[in-house]
């Protein structure tokens, strides 16, 4: 298991988490003004509702599966008996899932046939085995999965959504090409996992275990999702919900690049503390906590420079509320960059879930609490700074949890840094943000050049991470290189 595949494997799963959320990117600019603001905010609300029921779904059956199958990779015994095991328990939850979604969208007054069309999303979550790929740190075919997919699902929007009223056509198109993709990669399946022994069936054997997994996965849902929920509930206003969805999607995209890392890692970590590597975990987690500075203080800082030139031309008119809204929302990408280290990569693979769970437990708590006045005071933008603020508790109470085993103090020191040369950037893009007019190339120009400065500074402060991944990466190329000349 080498560092190299931990390299590829990161590519691939950026690709994943990307593609996962690149489809409504590519396609914003256009639906944004087919639909218009309350046309997508119906959407998001529905979606938010047809997720609760997802969740139930799922109940923890991915994170278990993807746990237990990084521990038994190299055994195709046990992970066949794994995999099996932990299929036909999510066969059973989802199964009754969808059934009582059904009854209740049969009952919804409004909306009822967007509510039963995505239906759909659940019948995805009952053919998923992307968590067994993942367990196995195989990345490479759900990426392949989700580009010939991800293609299809953008070429069917432009050539069948054409106006307003065809919003079922497009939430037609959201679900059935995730049921498709996820069919797809059960082909794979044969040249990794053989039959077991009917004796060797007991998916209900570790149901405790899957729902401590379950536990805070709802609790992660009340203040990743609800939000959407209660801006419906309270304001009433199908288009404040548009401005948020719209503003979650660009910084989603973005935080899917750091947050990519700790999917690859999540396995890998599973498999070292299955054989007692205590070092080379530690070792993992600065670089992991290294990786969030190095990415996130930029992505962070470019948003707020650059969220005012970007909204108008991509969005359109009448979306003028994304700006604030992205500029709010930008400042998870580092904290839930560090959660992400901290809770998925370390404590679930680790076996201390239950701290995990206290820690999204009182981020929910805290998220809802906010929400109930903040959304009635400033809607939308009221339940940006709930998010964050529920996030930051969320990371905080996390890293209280691992004080004792990684030094809090190591790691901010290393974020000093990022921290210089960020600032630099943003002295750099300030008059530009004012002086630039909103377009393409104006965007583009103060991505590039912000970019630029940024890696220039950390250059000149001679960044160890940052050159020594540069110089490992040269030389990797290199290598590729002389190996295919040497074949040829």
Known sequence: ????????????????????????????????????????????????????????????????????????????????????????????????????????????????????????????????????????????????????????????????????????????????????????????????????????????????????????????????????????????????????????????????????LGTVMVPRIGYLFQNGKKEDIQNYMYQGCRFVWLLGVPMCLGIIMTAGNFVPWFFGVGYEKVVPLLQILSLLILIIGFSNVVGSQYLIPTKRQNKFTISVTAGAIVNFCLNTFMIYFFKSIGAAIASVAAETVVTTSMILFVRKEFSVKHILKEGCNYFIAGAVMTVVLLPLSKLFASSVFHTLAMVLIGATVYFIVLLIEKDEFLISNVINLVKQIKDKILHNRRKS
Not at 72 to 78: C, R
Not at 87 to 100: A, D, Q, V, Y
Not at 106 to 127: D, G, P
Not at 160 to 165: A, D, E, I, L, Q
């Open 1 to 260: 298991m080498s560092q190299k595949s931990i390299k590829k494997n990161y590519i691939f799963n950026v690709a994943y988490q990307v593609l996962i959320i690149l489809t409504p990117l590519i396609t914003a600019p256009y639906l944004s003004r087919v639909l218009q603001p309350d046309g997508i905010g119906t959407v998001s609300f529905v979606e938010s509702i047809v997720s609760y029921f997802s969740l139930v779904a799922v109940m923890g059956v991915s994170s278990y599966g993807q746990r237990e199958i990084s521990y038994v990779q190299n055994d195709i015994e046990k992970r066949s008996e794994v995999f099996w095991n932990t299929k036909l328990l999510g066969f059973c939850t989802s199964g009754i899932t969808i059934i009582l979604y059904i009854v209740f969208a049969l009952l919804q007054k409004n909306n009822s046939t967007i509510y039963l069309i995505l239906s759909l999303n659940l019948v995805s979550v009952f053919f998923d085995i992307t968590w067994f790929f993942q367990g196995m740190e195989d990345f490479a075919k759900t990426v392949t999965r989700n580009v010939i997919f991800k293609i299809i699902n953008i070429a069917y929007i432009f050539a069948f959504v054409k106006s307003k009223n065809d919003i079922i056509i497009y939430v037609f198109g959201l679900g059935i090409f995730s049921v498709l993709g996820n069919i797809s990669l059960w082909a794979y399946l044969p040249k990794y996992i053989k039959k077991v022994k009917l004796s060797a069936l007991k998916p209900f054997k570790d149901i405790k275990v899957v729902l401590s997994l379950f536990i805070p996965a709802v609790a992660v849902q009340i203040y990743t999702v609800l939000d959407k929920t209660m801006i419906g509930v309270i304001t009433g206003s199908s288009a404040e919900n548009g401005y948020y969805e719209q503003a979650m999607k660009i910084s989603r995209i973005l935080l899917a690049i750091i947050t990519a």
